[in-house]
């Protein structure tokens, strides 16, 4: 087989980056080693920028987004004793979409079998060679037959965990992480969102948030210790908790229900760079994680393929500039990210070493937040992402 731009894995980047391809008329093959059902039901964010929206509808990938999808203008800060709204569309001109990345993958997914981008599912045993030849190669295995594909270039998108990074010698990477020491317990429940918008909370006992699917599926979390199991949390302790944390003025408002997933999240901060090694491109989770605070994962996914589909674009234009800084376009932004996400969790979790001086000063930053315009137009730029440069 034979093809421009060969992609590994079919999250959000993958797919988004097979349709960019797609719409500029370069040939693209997707290898993901699940099956359709497994990458259709894995539970993930649902915050999308207004840059992730515009190129969903620049591939012509929206029309069920822009049908279910929930705008939202604005968040709510809260300390248990009051809440801090921040007015993104007032203070910055724009808003951010509630979307479940499961119905982004979908969307994706569905459009893509439509157009015939050849995807391939339950490619198992993927490895790439000779990616700093001009001809890349991937191997694999599907349904006990080997298969080949030789590439122009190869967009490594599978994941944390997938084989793209680990296929790049490790004295040409450097590695930046920092671990947290705490995850987040979600619940999914059929029950209506306690408000129109999300809550991020700051109490004493620990971070939770209240956010949403749609007007009658909700997705909450409280942050646990790393030690926690879920089976330690029936769903009644889970409302308790979480109603302590959002405090009096939200509590009434939640609606209680029996949950339909229930799981714990760790919390980390990490980026590769450089994130190019010869033909080989990464992209998404398999050059950066951060923390969920932000709401920057999938974001950051979409602005990394926004930036490689340009440079590839322009190199079957002749013009080399584009793949050639794309790493240093892609990381600028990533740090950025990184820094608020870093920011918002450091602000609004409680760590283990946390004493009475360090509450002291999250109380008096957001009390900052609340009197300043311009530190709450700083937290709007940065939720709802930064431009692309």
Not at 2 to 18: D, F, K, N
Not at 92 to 120: C, F, H, S
Not at 182 to 196: K, R, S
């Amino acid at each position: 087989m034979r093809t421009q731009v060969a992609i590994i894995g079919a999250g959000p980047a993958g797919l988004l980056l097979s349709h960019l391809l797609y719409k500029a008329g370069i040939d693209c093959v997707i290898l993901e080693r699940r099956d359709r059902a497994y990458v259709e039901s894995r539970i993930r964010a649902g915050i999308l920028e207004q840059i992730t929206v515009d190129l969903l509808r620049q591939v012509g990938v929206n029309e069920r987004m822009d049908r279910e999808g929930l705008p939202h203008d604005g968040f709510a800060m809260a300390t248990g004793e009051e809440t801090i709204r921040i007015d993104m569309a007032a203070l910055t001109g724009k808003n951010v979409m509630v979307y479940g990345q499961t119905e982004v993958t979908r969307d994706l997914i569905d459009a893509a079998i439509e157009r015939n981008i050849p995807l391939l599912f339950e490619a198992e045993s993927v490895a790439v060679h000779e990616v700093t030849g001009a001809k890349p190669i991937i191997t694999w295995t599907r349904h006990g037959k080997e298969e080949k594909l030789e590439a122009d270039f190869i967009a490594g998108c599978d994941g944390f965990h997938g084989v793209a990074r680990a296929s790049i010698p490790a004295d040409k990477l450097s590695l930046f992480e920092r671990i947290y020491p705490f995850g987040w317990l979600g619940l999914l429940a059929d029950v209506p969102p306690c408000d129109h918008e999300l809550i991020y909370a700051s109490h004493e006992r620990g971070f939770a948030l209240a956010s949403m699917r749609s007007h009658t599926r909700s997705r909450y979390y409280v942050q646990v210790p790393l030690t926690e199991k879920v089976e330690e949390w029936s769903d009644e302790r889970f409302w308790d908790e979480l109603t302590v944390r959002l405090g009096p003025d939200v509590a009434p408002r939640i609606t209680r229900g029996p949950s339909l997933e229930k799981s714990i999240a760790p919390l980390r901060s990490f980026v590769a760079e450089p994130m190019r090694y010869g033909n080989l491109f990464l992209a998404g989770d398999a050059a950066h994680i951060v923390p969920p605070t932000g709401a920057k994962g999938l974001n950051l996914a979409a602005s990394d393929v926004a930036f490689l589909a340009e440079g590839l674009i322009e190199h079957y234009k002749g013009r080399a500039a584009g793949l050639d800084h794309y790493s240093a376009r892609a990381l600028s932004r990533i740090w950025k990210a990184e820094r608020f996400s870093w920011w918002f969790t450091s602000l609004m979790h409680r760590f283990p070493d946390t004493d009475g001086f360090g509450r002291r000063m999250q109380m008096a930053e957001l009390d900052y937040i609340k009197s300043s315009e311009t530190a709450r137009r700083t937290v709007a730029e940065n939720y709802v992402g930064l431009p692309l440069l």
